[in-house]
């Protein structure tokens, strides 16, 4: 019996490790159409009793795509035209004065460069996500047999979404089937995931949004130029820990007091601590209860670790498995040691 369970544990190590390497290379694909499953589930379970589940997985899939899809490509369009806008901007010779003027302002006023702290902060972000973008470029870019594997990825989203959709709850059940664990340990592990899940994908996206637009907001209302293009900016460094939209609005405060505008930058930075910080605060036990426990040093080593490991997707999946696997060590430290 020994020798069996030797056998097949080895085999089943096998299976696992080969399954990897295949689904590897569209991973982002995969993690992408698990991710929107998750979110688009509650609606799934609402809409199938009254369709039928394949309708209603139909529906909701082409449902997402005009309503997300294409006003996205329309708006990363406008964003693209106003980020070229802002370079040309920032390469003038009135703009590169009043920055070199906004530095000198600071030395004078704290005794240290602060320019050369961002600069470093930056390039290390910047490292990250160009190691993690740069996975998926290279399978954007890549063919296999003649077919672009993007157009592969994008096949093997849909079913993997579709058949998630339909099959989501057994799908459930069978993992719960074939796990050899007590049934009250299987709620609390799914609990557990589930509560990770919804904290990194909703509740950050949401918190990164709303704190993007009153951002924009206040940009808009101070007359700066391209204000699509940094609210946008702003939500991708709002999911990014420790970064956050306060790299848009405190430079924009600053670079107001240099020019004169001491009543505007006063104002900005009082509306970006006294608002835009504080929303997290405030949103975040609002929006996703189930979330406020979640471990701030698992949250950012996941999010850069997982960005670097797995691409762009790694921004969600990071913090989900390491949640995930201290909540995992957690129970069978209390269950089985």
Do not use: C, H
Not at 28 to 37: E, H, P, R
Not at 118 to 138: H, I, K
Not at 212 to 238: D, E, K, M, P, Q
């Amino acid at each position: 019996m020994d020798t069996e369970r030797g056998f097949f544990a080895v085999l089943l190590a096998v299976a696992l490790y080969v399954s990897t390497l295949v689904v590897r290379p569209f991973f982002t694909y995969v993690a992408l159409a698990v991710l929107l499953a998750y979110t688009l589930f509650p609606l799934q379970r609402r809409l199938a009793p009254r369709i039928g589940p394949r309708k209603s997985a139909v529906v909701l899939m082409v449902a997402s795509t005009f309503l997300f899809v294409l006003p996205l490509v329309l708006l990363l369009q406008v964003v693209v035209r106003q980020a070229l806008a802002a370079i040309e901007t920032f390469q003038s010779a009135d703009v590169q004065g009043e920055i070199a003027l906004v530095r000198q302002l600071l030395i004078d006023s704290v005794g240290i460069d602060p320019f050369d702290y961002v600069d470093q902060t930056l390039q290390e972000v910047a490292g990250v996500v160009q190691s993690g973008a740069g996975r998926v470029l290279q399978e954007a870019t890549g063919f296999l047999g003649g077919v672009s594997k993007v157009m592969l990825g994008l096949t093997i989203f849909g079913f993997v979404l579709y058949y998630l959709l339909v099959g989501g709850e057994g799908t459930v059940a069978w993992f719960r089937e074939v796990t050899p664990l007590p049934a009250d340990v299987q709620d609390e592990l799914l609990a557990e995931l589930d509560r990770l899940t919804y904290a990194v994908l909703i509740t950050t996206l949401v918190i990164a949004v709303v704190q993007a637009i009153l951002t924009g907001v206040a940009l808009l209302v101070l007359g700066f130029s391209n204000v699509l293009f940094w609210t946008v900016l702003a939500v991708v460094l709002g999911i990014l820990p420790l970064v956050g939209s306060m790299f848009i609005w405190v430079p924009a405060a600053l670079y107001l007091i240099a020019v004169g505008r001491f009543v505007g930058g006063a104002a900005l930075l009082v509306y970006g601590f006294g608002l835009v910080n504080l929303t997290d605060n405030y949103l975040r036990p609002v929006i996703g209860g189930r979330s406020a426990n979640l471990n701030p040093a698992i949250l950012v080593l996941g999010i850069f670790g997982g960005l670097a490991v797995f691409g762009v997707m790694g921004i969600f999946v990071g913090p989900i498995v390491l949640g995930f696997t201290r909540a995992i060590v957690v129970v069978a430290a209390r269950e089985y040691a």
